[in-house]
């Protein structure tokens, strides 16, 4: 009931209603307000002008009425005739509910009737404050409204409804607080009172007695007093009129303005009309009760949303304690790396001062030496002894010049800490926010025309669907491990196409693309498998392929890097026919194009039926030494085939290739050996020290040899002495079996004493140690040798 206040009362003075009046428009107002809002016309647009100059309007007619409005929305809080721009203007004011409302243009005048029966100013005009709708009075004034005796009723009731609680209507002094009503008496008793005047007995034993408050509506529901005619005070309504859509009276019909007019009757009316209003009412209570429910559903709303920001709050105080905590973790391992670097560059300092020093003992014992020799006088003597002692200086002489007194180690730290990405992510690190409006990102396409393997290496190249709408600001690449386990990002960049180096041999890799922008991440695209070379023990396999007349063309390959390193990809791959499955995309070899620049060689566009050992062409490595990871002591030529050093001491170079599965065989020549060094061959990991021997940390496993005799070397200990060496001209091999977990070294093809290593595995990669005395040549894509293919398959 609460709700309802507003609907009962005035928009002029924000009262309940008081004798409230229907105006055309169907607002309500109060019978005194509307005296108070009237405004006088000017007297050309009274009605009876309008009548004299043969306008048929009637009083009523909103279509003119409307020219002449007293109120915009558009003005500026003052109210004139439309038509006139001489009629004079008043200032508006203000009701108590907000309605803006125009004063009276001249005080009321004083006079002792009522409202209703008070005289209206002639020409008078009244305009609605809710519609602003105008309207110019007749004679009849006020009175030709009707009165809204429903709204009364309404009023009435709200009033008893609110008012206190009903009191007995006989107690004599103070009222009590009645407990029935009769129904027929029409009367509210107390106990005491309905005992004494309405004993149950008689007559009065046929009354009914109810409980107040349904009395109460009993009597609200009592009938009310009939509305009579505006037109015709004396006449009660009896008819409606349908066309004019208000109750009339019986002598309207027969001398009125509605004598022509369509009417109905009354009671028919009534219920019809009730029921079109309950019908309404219906729709609407839906509407309320939706209504309801959802403003329960945001007041739970606001409880979700303080329980989400608690819960996000946290959430992201976890994530960035996350980030520091991972950041100092690598602050920690990055000191561990310095305090190593530091550990180390002492170690070399200290060890070439010991070296240097006792060097420079020798050297000064035999200096002295010599100066005694030199004292004495014996020429026989003297001679005896002369050469060797002249042969002796020289030597030393040459020893000190083999850049001992350089030192091998600088003062400098050469790590560079690059932080600048880190901080430029901190700086752009944001909340992205997904709107359900915002369109989806779309999956990428594999080109699988340009996909391609080679060797332990494999390029991928995709695209963003044609009709693609929405723009992918980046890509993520994944691979998994080879061995059907978790993939791993290995590429995050707005490239569509990488190539992801130093993967298994002999191995099967699943990869897979999606894109990103900043309002997430798009689905993954088709799963593509990649085959990489096989291992020599393999099962043999034959494929339709046009033999090249010239294999050794073959080693100018491009060569690979040996980590994943992400770089464009070049043409001349071998090219892989792409098969789909149900479920996946299946890469298998064809070898459709072997045309690298630099191999002369073509394949034949007619059919071939030759048959060739695909095994022969495929389980082979192709690799050069790394330029990247080489001491920069070592000077490079032949396509970076070829290695010599400028210095007179040892310094390392990788192969580009890594191995960490399969069997694996090259052969160096040595180009160029002077003065007896000894330099070193072998395998060993990506970060073995490179400006000492190799084998002499725990990072690499290798021989190294002089003229007469070779040793196998790892951390520095030294086992196997076996005799044979190296001239120019001679054949170093190297066979790395990860099948065996074994590593065998073969000069001018003979096996160098026994199986080198044993139980070697992870990943690994050639490696050569050497001065400026000696240079060397790579060759790769070598097959196994024979007798270790027989001997291994009898094992």
């Not at 007995?168 to 009769?182: G, N, R, S, Y």
């Not at 298994?504 to 070379?533: C, E, M």
């Not at 339709?544 to 043409?571: D, Y």
Request: hydrophobic share 35%; with cysteine.
């Amino acid at each position: 009931m609460e709700e309802m206040e507003e609907e009962l009362k005035c928009p002029v003075c924000g009262s309940f209603y008081r004798e409230p009046i229907i105006l055309p428009c169907s607002h309500n107002l109060c019978q005194a307000c509307a005296r108070n809002i009237l405004v006088q016309t000017p007297e050309s647009e009274s009605p009876q002008s309008r009548r004299a100059s043969g306008s048929g309007v009637s009083d009523y007619d909103y279509l003119d009425l409307d020219k002449m409005s007293l109120y915009s929305e558009a003005d500026s809080g003052y109210g004139s005739y439309g038509g006139f721009a001489s009629a004079p203007t008043t200032p508006c004011q203000k009701s108590p509910n907000g309605v803006r409302v125009f004063p009276p243009a001249m005080p009321p005048p004083a006079t002792h009737l009522s409202p209703a029966l008070a005289p209206v100013p002639r020409n008078s005009c009244i305009t609605c404050p809710q519609c602003h709708r105008s309207l110019i009075l007749d004679d009849r004034g006020l009175r030709g409204f009707p009165k809204n005796r429903v709204l009364e009723g309404v009023i009435d009731r709200y009033q008893q409804s609110k008012a206190a609680a009903l009191k007995c209507q006989l107690c004599e002094k103070a009222p009590k607080e009645a407990t029935v009503m009769c129904e027929q008496c029409d009367v509210f008793y107390c106990d005491p009172c309905r005992l004494r005047c309405h004993p149950p007995r008689g007559p009065l034993a046929k009354h009914r007695l109810v409980p107040p408050a349904q009395g109460r509506v009993s009597r609200r529901l009592s009938p009310r007093k009939v509305s009579t005619c505006t037109d015709h005070e004396l006449e009660n309504h009896s008819m409606y009129c349908v066309q004019c859509k208000m109750p009339v009276c019986y002598q309207c019909l027969e001398e009125g303005k509605h004598s022509s007019h369509e009417v109905k009757a009354l009671g028919a009316m009534w219920k019809l009309h009730k029921s079109q209003l309950s019908q309404a009412l219906n729709g609407l209570s839906d509407r309320a009760k939706e209504a309801k429910e959802f403003l329960v559903q945001l007041r739970n709303m606001v409880q979700q949303i303080q329980e989400n920001s608690v819960e996000f709050e946290a959430c992201l105080v976890a994530q960035c304690d996350a980030l520091i905590d991972a950041l100092n973790r690598r602050k920690a391992q990055l000191l561990a790396r310095v305090n190593k670097e530091h550990e180390h560059k002492l170690k070399v300092v200290r060890d070439q001062i010991s070296h240097c020093t006792v060097k420079l003992r020798q050297t000064t014992g035999l200096m002295e030496y010599c100066l005694e020799v030199i004292k004495e006088n014996d020429p026989s003597g003297f001679l005896q002894i002369s050469d060797a002692l002249i042969r002796r200086v020289h030597l030393t002489e040459d020893q000190w010049g083999k850049g001992t007194l350089t030192p091998r180690m600088t003062t400098d730290f050469d790590l560079s800490l690059d932080n600048s990405p880190l901080l430029q992510s901190i700086h752009q690190l944001d909340f992205v926010q997904v709107k359900a409006s915002s369109p989806v990102l779309a999956t990428p396409i594999l080109q699988l025309e340009e996909c391609c393997t080679h060797n332990n290496s494999a390029t991928l190249s995709w695209k963003q669907p044609p009709l693609s709408t929405v723009p992918a600001e980046g890509y993520i690449l994944e691979l998994d491990d080879g061995n059907g386990g978790q993939f791993r990002e290995v590429y995050v960049g707005k490239e569509t196409m990488c190539t992801v180096d130093g993967l298994h041999f002999n191995s099967t890799y699943n990869a897979r693309v999606k894109a990103f922008n900043k309002t997430g991440v798009s689905p993954y695209s088709k799963t593509l498998v990649l085959q990489t070379s096989e291992d020599t023990d393999s099962e043999e396999q034959t494929l339709p392929f046009p033999v090249p007349s010239e294999r050794l063309p073959l080693r100018r390959m491009s060569p690979f890097s040996s980590t994943l390193n992400l770089q464009t990809s070049f043409p001349g791959r071998s090219y892989f026919d792409l098969r789909s499955s149900p479920h996946q995309l299946s890469l298998h070899s064809s070898l459709q194009s072997l045309n690298v620049p630099g191999c002369n060689f073509e394949t034949q566009t007619a059919p071939y039926s030759q048959l060739v050992d695909i095994k022969k062409l495929l389980a082979v490595a192709w690799f050069a030494f790394d330029p990247g990871s080489a001491h920069s002591d070592i000077i490079f030529s032949n396509d970076n085939l070829t290695v010599t050093c400028s210095s007179y001491d040892d310094r390392v170079v990788l192969g580009k290739t890594g191995f960490s599965k399969g069997v694996h065989y090259w052969e160096l020549t040595v180009d160029r050996y002077d003065n007896h060094p000894d330099p070193a061959f072998g395998v060993a990991r990506i970060d073995v020290m490179k400006d000492m021997m190799l084998g002499k940390d725990d990072k690499a496993w290798a021989m190294y040899v002089d003229n007469n005799r070779s040793w196998f070397m790892h951390n520095n200990s030294h086992t196997n002495r076996t005799e044979g060496g190296i001239t120019r001209g001679a054949t170093i091999g190297v066979l790395l079996d990860l099948n065996r977990k074994n590593l065998t070294f073969f000069i001018n093809d003979e096996q160098q004493g026994p199986i080198a290593f044993e139980s070697v595995e992870g990943m690994f990669f050639p490696a050569v140690s050497l001065n400026r005395n000696v240079q060397v040549t790579l060759h790769t894509g070598l097959p196994v040798p024979d007798f270790y293919s027989s001997r291994a398959s009898i094992a």
